[in-house]
């Protein structure tokens, strides 16, 4: 069938810089690029080219210039080019659309409408480069209070186990399959470096991977890939995956063609097979369910670590987070509507799960009611794109962060939004050898690393600024933080003030 | 019921009149203690509070005095401040509803020039009535009806609620709200005295230090930064910050963790001054998990920002500045004296002879105690000042 979708993208060759190299064409792995033996002449197929400037990048002589190929349809607020191209595609499979990364439409992002306060004249600010600055978090159940035996400083409660970040920014989850075992290298070296975590996600855990046992939290997610004693005993923490904000109520698939025998043997599925994770999880249709889910992990770990529950934000998600703490999660992690993916139906993507402020600001609000916040950590994922969105986020509640995408753009992402491919020309959402070696997780840690070093640093500043020396300072302190351009309901719901007021 | 059905007085629109996070003030500290017990009067520490004047801008001062009421150490002590008649008779038939009043009168003032427009002030003297749930002690039912008092519509307003103690504040320099209280006929063991430079708030006289619940009574110089998360945790353990200023969270948050969760003062003072983390690391193990346990479970209790307090409870008086020293305290002995200043030479103006005078490091409590053969002396006390 002739397709009627026209180019996105225009590749521009200077052909007075091209040396005819055609290291542009060993670089597309979508194939836009080509060599014309006959002409002695390099060139592109447009329609092939998704906007990841990966020739760009790598042209020697500065010769190519990825640019959107003006295509102006008739202007309509309605039709808008995205929606009529989806359409037209599925006119042409008949199929489900699939998409890669997080939610791009746009809806309101309610970081870019909140401000952080400062210190002037009544207090002073502090400067993180001569005083201590502190970021360390500690991710866990807390007692409600301490008790000590009488008359002495022995501590009397039994502490439940507590998980030390240096820096309040974990790397979410990114399965093995999804991304590959270089990708994961890369951050779990960044996590030790860094002294923060990184995660599995529901791919198991590759036996290279085990000494990073440390900085690592292992998901056991509906399909149940890849767990066994060796895995749970191996990790820092257990994160049970509910759902993510990529997809809330959708399930994983992915296909046999990725499943190679390392994949496989990770996995622990044949070789070639499909993966399915099923959209719920099989043994948990209720409340009582996931608590069960809970305590056997727990019990299969001998109490040895915290366990950890994701969860889609989704419109009940704080009665949900209640139950979830009342359930005996350790930590409740928020994904919000921007969670990306490796992959999953665009409509579902982009329609479906409320904005991560939101939901964190009234999933925190709720736990102090009901007098339960110090019972689990809380952790907002899905759409962090800098250290300001960071410290908005601890101080709507947030105990720490996951970041994703932000992780991988480190890696060189240039979020083209073509994980589901499998065709990443960057080397990171694939398991095609002849891509992944392009990432070499020796620099892949250091760039990863570099980014939390960059972050931890600027966070420093802003605490610096507000006139704290401590993270928990800021932590679920509304009061350093101005809303601009919300209304009522949004800034009530959010438990901010409205800038100048 | 006196209060039920009415709307709740709101004191922030009285006391943080501008609506802003919360209340700023910078201001001058002192404290005096007899450490022997001995009860002197406060004529000196008016004395010295008066030599940081400038550190005021005469729109709050107060003092708290403890062992005062000898005669009536056993009864809670409650001074309330009315704006009107109605109120005073309103919240007097509240009293005798839930107290046994044992004795009752107004606090003594005279007429001066600097005090313009005083409310009225009285004194109570109470017993929790008998029979109270088990779970309620005397204690916790008093919180209960102060926080009442102070968020029912009415314009009363507890100053203070101790036994044998007494918080007498209002709006001017220190040195006159000693004058226009007549505190020089008092004799304490203990005095704590503020004088205040509130910088977004309009003269009330429920507004000025020194800040109270029971015998808990804070003085306070500086703006607590991390003060929104202060107030939200104390909420879930049901306190309710009326007040919306920083001084208020630490009230409470004594009051939770020394009372409620019954940690000792030397506790306490690294919940609200903890040491930094690479500090606790360094600590003896079993020091270290002590001290990890309680940043991990009071870490939304530390005060952050720059601050030094004054702290009194009967018996105790505590000097604490924030962890990196970033508001002055100065701290003096001589004898069985200890003396906590914002600054050295209002100790020296009383006490010129001191054996002791330092500064201590941000976040290191100086806590001053009773001795264990102290005694509150009652009879033949000689008239003495403050500086022997």
Not at chain 1, 125 to 147: A, C, N, V, W
Not at chain 1, 347 to 358: A, K, S
Not at chain 2, 7 to 26: E, F, G, H, P, R
Not at chain 2, 366 to 383: C, F, N, R, S, T
């Amino acid at each position: 069938m002739k397709t009627f979708v026209t180019p996105k993208f225009k590749v521009n060759r200077d052909e007075d810089r091209c040396i005819q190299c055609q290291v542009c064409v060993n670089q597309c792995s979508f194939g836009a690029n080509y060599y014309d033996a006959e002409e002695n002449k390099v060139k592109s197929r447009e329609e092939l080219c998704t906007g990841c400037h990966r020739c760009e990048a790598f042209c020697p002589t500065n010769a190519i210039r990825v640019t959107y190929n003006p295509l102006d349809y008739r202007g309509n607020y309605n039709w808008r080019p995205d929606i009529i191209e989806d359409i037209t595609k599925q006119s042409e499979t008949g199929g489900v659309l699939l998409t890669g990364m997080g939610d791009d439409k746009s809806q309101r992002i309610y970081w870019d409408h909140i401000v952080l306060n400062a210190s002037q004249v009544t207090n002073p600010s502090i400067d993180p480069l001569r005083e201590p600055m502190e970021l360390t978090t500690y991710l866990g159940q807390k007692p409600e209070r301490l008790e000590l035996e009488p008359g002495t400083h022995n501590l009397k409660t039994k502490m439940t186990p507590q998980v030390k970040l240096d820096v309040p920014v974990m790397f979410s989850a990114m399965s093995y399959g999804a991304v590959s075992l270089n990708v994961q290298e890369s951050l779990a070296r960044a996590a030790k470096e860094m002294g923060t975590l990184w995660n599995t996600g529901e791919g198991g855990l590759h036996p290279s991977l085990y000494k990073y046992g440390d900085n690592t939290i292992v998901q056991v997610a509906s399909g149940r890939f890849g767990v066994h004693a060796d895995y749970l005993d191996a990790a820092k923490i257990i994160e049970i995956k509910i759902g993510q904000g990529a997809k809330p109520g959708i399930g994983g698939h992915l296909p046999g063609e990725k499943v190679s025998a390392d994949v496989s043997l990770t996995r622990m599925i044949p070789e070639g097979t499909d993966a399915i994770s099923p959209a719920p999880q099989h043994d948990i249709y209720s409340i009582e369910d996931l608590a069960q889910l809970i305590y056997a992990l727990k019990e299969a770990t001998n109490y040895t670590k915290p366990v950890s529950v994701k969860i889609a934000a989704v419109h009940n998600a704080a009665a949900i987070a209640s139950g979830i703490v009342r359930g005996g999660a350790d930590i409740v992690v928020i994904d919000g509507l921007r969670g990306a993916t490796g992959a999953a139906p665009k409509v579902i993507r982009d329609n479906v799960g409320i904005p991560i402020e939101l939901a964190l600001a009234s999933v925190d609000s709720r736990l102090r009611q009901e007098g339960i916040r110090h019972r689990a950590s809380l952790v907002a994922s899905g759409g962090i794109r800098s250290s300001g969105d960071v410290a908005k986020a601890i101080a709507l509640g947030a105990d720490a962060v996951y970041i994703g995408t932000a992780a991988l753009i480190s890696l060189g992402c240039h979020v083209c939004q073509q994980c589901h491919t499998g065709k990443c020309a960057w080397g990171i959402c694939t398991t095609d050898l002849r891509l992944t070696k392009r990432i070499n997780p020796e620099i892949g840690a250091r760039r990863a690393a570099n980014l939390l070093r960059s972050w931890s640093i600027e966070l420093k500043d802003i605490l610096g600024g507000l006139g704290v020396n401590a993270l928990e300072s800021l932590r679920g302190n509304r009061l350093h933080l101005r809303g601009i351009g919300l209304s009522d309901t949004e800034l009530e719901i959010l438990g901010i003030r409205m800038a100048g007021n | 019921m006196l209060f039920e059905g009415k709307s709740m007085k709101n004191l922030m629109s009285i006391n943080n009149t501008y609506n802003d996070d919360k209340v700023i003030d910078a201001c001058s500290i002192f404290g005096a203690m007899d450490r022997s017990g001995r009860r002197f009067s406060g004529e000196g520490v008016f004395k010295a509070v008066a030599n940081m004047h400038d550190r005021g801008n005469g729109l709050g001062g107060g003092f708290a005095a403890y062992g005062l009421y000898p005669e009536h150490a056993d009864n809670y002590a409650l001074h309330l401040m009315y704006l009107s008649i109605k109120s005073k008779l309103e919240t007097e038939e509240f009293l005798r509803e839930h107290f046994n009043v044992v004795w009752q009168e107004e606090v003594p003032s005279r007429k001066t020039a600097a005090i313009t427009n005083p409310p009225l002030v009285w004194r109570y003297f109470v017993d929790v009535p008998q029979g109270l749930p088990e779970n309620q002690s005397a204690d916790d039912y008093v919180v209960a009806r102060v926080m009442e008092i102070n968020t029912s519509d009415n314009d009363s307003f507890v100053f203070s609620s101790g036994k044998n103690m007494a918080v007498f504040k209002g709006v001017g320099y220190p040195e006159e709200i000693a004058e226009y209280f007549k505190l020089e006929q008092y004799k304490a063991y203990i005095w704590t005295a503020h004088g205040r430079f509130p910088t977004n708030t309009v003269a009330w006289w429920g507004g000025a230090h020194p800040f109270s619940i029971l015998d808990w009574t804070v003085v306070h110089n500086g703006e607590i930064s991390s003060y929104g998360i202060n107030r939200r945790y104390l909420e879930q353990f049901g306190y309710k910050c009326t007040m919306y200023t920083d001084t208020e969270v630490i009230a409470y948050a004594v009051d939770l963790l020394l009372r409620k969760h019954n940690l000792p003062l030397e506790i306490v003072a690294r919940v609200l001054a903890a040491p930094f983390w690479d500090e606790i690391e360094r600590m003896p193990e079993k020091e270290r998990n002590l001290m990890r346990a309680i940043r991990q479970t009071y870490g939304s209790l530390l005060l952050n920002g720059p601050f030094a307090v004054v702290i009194a409870h009967s018996g105790e008086m505590i000097g604490l500045t924030d962890r990196i020293r970033l508001r002055p305290l100065t701290v003096g002995e001589k004898d069985d004296m200890l003396y906590l200043s914002s600054e050295e030479s209002a100790i020296r103006l009383i006490s010129p002879d001191l054996d002791n005078a330092w500064s201590p490091m941000g976040g290191e409590p100086v806590i001053g105690k009773l001795k264990p053969d102290a005694q509150i002396h009652l009879e033949d006390e000689k008239e003495e000042i403050v500086s022997r």
